[in-house]
């Protein structure tokens, strides 16, 4: 049977991030995708110009509905706005069972926009992260959840260590904010640190990046990847998703969903 993934996330009207972004995702990597949506932005490539969140009560209801019909195989959460819909949403992933779970703590918009209330911090520490089977944080939102300074690689493994202390079975701390032409995700699964490196792409177009690889990742758990191969094939998918740029937007323009498939690698 096909797998099932659910995304947990905010609406992007631009398309590039967001809930679009997790399913053209799914779609691309042959797995039926759903979506449960906890806010609406009206954004484009120049930037976000407006947040409306969903009422809790209709973010929970969304939930209900795939529970009792679609149950998945594996699901990620994104922007989930404020501490009140992260938590309810946490404790409906652990009444439900629901496992493999992808975690990226949305919280900065490409262009600047916050995108999570101050309150929703402690919530993903507390309520998110212990259900968390993969965390994927960029170097400054593991610097907000962390409350530290990831200015070495010493630095970003102490902090992978406090993630996974926190509840995360494996972080994933990505290397995009970080300096130089050689990128590193650094990947710990409370055993052992892998990096993984790739070269810099000079483009301005990686809109949607954090989302599109968590929902990679939990593609491949859904399809029973270990999670050492989904968060490669994930890697190597976000690659090609900003290397073979679409160049469509003003400003940070969104990655390109379908360079997996038609550069043959997904294939």
């Known amino acids: 049977m096909v797998a099932k993934v659910l995304t947990i996330a905010g609406s992007d009207s631009g398309g590039g991030a967001g809930i679009q972004a997790d399913i053209k995702t799914f779609q691309e990597l042959d797995v039926y995708g759903m979506s449960a949506i906890t806010a609406l932005t009206a954004q484009n490539t120049l930037g976000v110009q407006s947040v409306y969140p969903i009422p809790v009560d209709m973010v929970l209801e969304q939930l209900h509905s795939i529970a009792e019909d679609l149950r998945p195989d594996a699901l990620k959460t994104g922007m989930l706005f404020s501490g009140v819909i992260i938590e309810s949403v946490a404790n409906k992933i652990a009444e439900y069972g629901w496992g ?19 309150d929703a911090i402690r919530a993903i520490r507390e309520k998110l992260l212990p259900l968390a089977t993969v965390t994927t944080p960029n170097i400054p939102e593991a610097e907000v959840l962390t409350e530290m300074t990831l200015d070495s690689m010493d630095r970003r493994k102490e902090a992978a260590r406090m993630l996974h202390k926190l509840g995360s079975s494996h972080v994933v701390i990505k290397g995009g904010h970080g300096e130089g032409e050689e990128l590193v995700d650094l990947v710990y699964d409370g055993n052992c640190f892998i990096e993984l490196k790739s070269m810099r792409v000079d483009t301005r177009h990686t809109h949607g990046t954090g989302c599109t690889f968590a929902a990679a990742i939990a593609a491949g758990l859904g399809k029973g990847y270990t999670v050492e191969d989904a968060i490669l ?20 323009g969104p990655t390109n969903h379908w360079a997996y498939r038609k550069t043959g690698v997904g294939v």
């Open 100 to 118: 493999n779970v992808v975690v990226d703590p949305v919280m900065i918009a490409k262009g600047g926009a916050k995108l999570l209330q101050e």
């Open 233 to 252: 094939v994930a890697k190597r998918y976000i690659h090609l998703a900003i290397e073979q740029e679409l160049g469509i937007g003003s400003g940070h």
